[in-house]
């Protein structure tokens, strides 16, 4: 039985390793991966709610053509767990992000709404600064008068902790 477990296979003198037949992957080639779905989506077929963390077999291959700084985008194929359609995502690593090809659609996400508003104000507030050094030195005096309001604050929270402890 010990023959059997062996780790290291016997070689004669005169193998040649160069007639070895190599196995050559095809590039389009897809893996079966099991995977949890990163976000919330809702098929666009059957309605079904597809949660965030469900773990599906998906197909995974790359996507030939397209690519992102020297990163590879990949696609996932996966189907809808009542009705069966197909439904596919890709990575987007410009954004960190998934985008949802077809299939189904991608629920909302209130986070997402408020980075965008957020960039918004920063770059309606630097055009609004870049020709006026007025308006820059308003807005300057103005974060640093709500900067030693909100240290002012806590310095009274913290006395009012002591007071306490």
Wanted: aromatic residues 10%; positive net charge.
């Amino acid at each position: 039985m010990g023959e059997r477990k062996v780790l290291n296979k016997y070689y004669p003198p005169d193998f040649n390793h160069e007639k070895l037949v190599k196995n050559k992957r095809p590039k389009d080639k897809q893996d079966v991966v099991r995977m949890m779905l990163p976000m919330s989506m809702r098929c666009n077929q059957c309605g079904n709610y597809l949660y965030i963390g469900t773990k599906f077999n998906m197909r995974k291959e790359n996507c030939l053509n397209e690519g992102y700084l020297g990163l590879k985008i990949l696609r996932f194929y996966f189907k809808c767990t009542v009705c069966h359609n197909e439904i596919t995502f890709k990575t987007d690593p410009k954004n960190h992000d998934y985008v949802v090809e077809h299939g189904a659609s991608r629920n909302y996400e209130h986070w997402r709404d408020a980075e965008v508003a957020q960039t918004a104000l920063k770059e309606m507030r630097e055009d609004e600064e870049e020709g006026n050094a007025m308006k820059y030195l308003e807005n300057k005096t103005y974060d640093s008068k709500r900067e030693m309001d909100i240290m002012d604050a806590l310095d009274d929270i913290k006395q009012l902790n002591k007071r306490k402890a």
